[in-house]
Structure formats: structure tokens, C-alpha cells
């Protein structure tokens, strides 16, 4: 079992920066690929980007390319999501998710556990 635990969003207005964090529990944090995924309101949830467990591998939605960063730090069990020249179509909840694989995937069914999101508010 593998818990979750999403820090670092709040308010901030546009053109501004966030880094968001989370940190896993269990021994086996670096064997597993990594993910952000968001969710804004009456939207569906929607895929970020996605790290695998070397690091050597980074994924990003056309939407945030350039823009997001992800990272992690397996000595410290713990992702992170660097939100530079945010917009206001960022706002959403932002999801930390793992995948027991150190196959990286887009796609949220394939991740099995999940954070409990962290809002991230842009304003005009």
C-alpha cells in the first residue's frame, strides 16, 4: 500500500509560480512511475505529466510543455511539479498519483494510488 500526500498549491496570480510536492510512503517509492493529473470544476480529469522511477523519462500534456517541470527525489520518496507562467486555465485540483510498474503511462487508469489533490487557484 502506498499513500499520497500533495503539498503546495494555493493562490497565485497569473504569470506567477508554484511547486507542488508529494510525498509517498512505502519502501518501494523508487521503483514506480509517477504522475500529476488535474481536475477542473465540471471538467474531467485530465493528465498533467508523468515521470518514471529513473527519471530518465518525462511526459507532458501540449498544454503545460514548457511551462511544467517534473521531478522527483527517490531518497526523499517524493515528486514534484514545478508550474512556472501559470494561466488561469490551470486552475484545478491537481492529483499526485503512483504506478505499482516503472512504466510510465498517460492515462489515469493505469495508476493505482492516488493522492487526496491539492487546489491550485490562478487568478487574472
Known amino acids: 500500500q502506498v499513500q499520497l500526500v500533495e503539498s503546495g498549491g494555493g493562490l497565485v496570480q497569473a504569470g506567477g509560480s508554484l511547486r507542488l510536492s508529494c510525498t509517498a510512503s512505502?519502501?518501494?517509492?523508487?521503483?514506480?512511475?509517477m504522475g500529476w493529473f488535474r481536475q477542473a470544476p465540471g471538467k474531467e480529469r485530465e493528465f498533467v505529466a508523468a515521470?518514471?522511477?529513473?527519471?530518465?523519462?518525462?511526459y507532458y500534456a501540449d498544454s503545460v510543455k514548457g511551462r511544467f517541470t517534473i521531478s522527483r527525489d527517490n531518497a526523499k520518496n517524493t515528486v514534484y511539479l514545478q508550474m512556472n507562467s501559470l494561466k488561469p486555465e490551470d486552475t484545478a485540483v491537481y492529483y499526485c498519483?503512483?504506478?505499482?510498474?516503472?512504466?510510465?503511462?498517460?492515462?489515469?487508469?493505469?495508476?493505482?494510488?492516488w493522492g487526496q489533490g491539492t487546489q491550485v487557484t490562478v487568478s487574472s
Open positions: 498519483a503512483a504506478r505499482g510498474s516503472s512504466v510510465v503511462s498517460t492515462t489515469g487508469l493505469a495508476y493505482d494510488y
Open positions: 512505502g519502501r518501494t517509492f523508487s521503483t514506480y512511475a
Open positions: 515521470i518514471s522511477w529513473s527519471a530518465r523519462a518525462t
